[in-house]
């Protein structure tokens, strides 16, 4: 079964440290999105991305990055962990184009401590 | 710009009780209009969808139908049970410049045996 996996699922890191989540599908869908979940802001775009070599910015950009060099993969770099940056961050994908489902995985739980 | 408001929770039921969620949107154009489900500990799921006017979405005893007159697409069961328990989000997708999902900030449903 096609199916999109995060890891870690948890970590811990130092402020000021580079972290990276990797995040893959099998689905061989186009677009691939980062969203982080906090108490009372719901799901927030962090960045998307609609193909290979195409990225963009979310609403909460600022402190991430992303890069997509195959269908299959689009990881996320926090450039430099803040305390602000702890959260629950979820990887998606879907089909182009309207009214597509969009998949979730399960989740990657940072702590920056 | 496209929104999606739906109402505050936690809402606490009983057991075969009736649920009503309620989530209103703007949005130019048409879009498509979504009830995820989040279960502890896991990321979302769909749980039903309705992709143009007056369009019902159902699934596992849930219903929405798409009101454009009203822009709303409130999640109804008939009686709810204890496995319901769960984050339910509204979300809509819509072209703005690519095609976009924003979800509402989520309903925390609690259901009581």
């Known amino acids: 079964d096609a199916e999109i996996t995060q890891s870690p699922r948890h970590k811990i890191t130092e402020t000021g440290r580079q972290v990276t989540l990797a995040c893959h599908q099998t689905?061989?869908?186009?677009?691939m999105f980062w969203y982080r979940q906090d108490l009372g802001h719901g799901l927030r775009l962090i960045h998307y991305?609609?193909?290979?070599?195409?990225?963009n910015k979310g609403e909460v950009s600022d402190g991430y990055s992303v890069s997509r060099s195959n269908t299959e993969d689009l990881p996320l770099t926090l450039e430099s962990a803040a305390s602000s940056q702890t959260s629950v961050y979820f990887c998606?994908?879907?089909?182009?184009?309207?009214?597509?489902?969009?998949?979730f995985g399960e989740g990657s739980w940072l702590t920056v401590v | 710009g496209n929104s999606v408001t739906q109402m505050e929770g936690p809402v606490t039921l009983s057991e075969e009780a009736f649920l009503t969620i309620n989530c209103t949107y703007t949005a130019t154009g048409y879009p498509s209009l979504f009830w995820y489900v989040q279960y502890p500990g896991e990321g979302l799921q769909l749980l039903l969808k309705a992709t143009k006017a007056d369009d019902k979405g159902s699934n596992k005893g849930f219903e929405a139908t798409y009101r454009k007159e009203t822009t709303s697409f409130h999640l109804e069961k008939g009686s709810v049970q204890v496995s319901d328990s769960a984050v339910y989000f509204c979300a809509l997708s819509a072209y703005t410049g690519g095609f976009k999902t924003i979800f509402g900030a989520g309903t925390r449903l609690f259901v009581k045996a």
């Open positions: 689905w061989n869908h186009n677009n």
């Open positions: 998606a994908s879907s089909e182009s184009g309207a009214g597509n489902t969009i998949y």
């Open positions: 991305s609609y193909g290979v070599h195409d990225t």
